[in-house]
Nanobody
């Protein structure tokens, strides 16, 4: 089994910063894309940032210049540094990873349980 465990969420004032972490564990052979998505109350889940195993990044327009995604392949961990936070960034943030398990020849999508980020004005 694979687990994605997020940490680093919390309450912060507008203009502040938070760093989210997501660590993958289990019988993992390799990880392809990793990323972060978020879902605000009453809204659909949306992409925040993704990072391929080759180092290519993709950001939502709303977070460009404020958020930075990175990963540590040895630790099977993806990070999201969030600066200049705004109240509209308030949401549950979910980690996502495309993982190939030991013994498999295909990749499967996995999701974390989510971590709440609340930005007060």
């Amino acid at each position: 089994q694979v687990r994605l465990v997020e940490s680093g969420g919390g309450l912060v004032l507008a203009g502040g910063s938070l760093r989210l972490s997501c660590a993958a564990s289990g019988s993992i052979f390799s990880i392809r894309d990793m990323g972060w998505y978020r879902q605000a109350p009453g809204k659909q889940r949306e992409l925040v940032a993704t990072l391929t195993s080759g180092g290519n990044t993709n950001y939502a327009d709303s977070v460009k210049g404020r958020f930075t995604i990175s990963r540590d392949n040895a630790k099977k961990t993806v990070y999201l540094q969030m600066n200049s936070l705004k109240p509209e960034d308030t949401a549950v943030y979910y980690c996502h990873a495309q993982i190939r398990l030991t013994g498999d020849d295909y990749f499967t999508d996995y999701w974390g349980q989510g971590t709440q980020v609340t930005v007060s004005s």
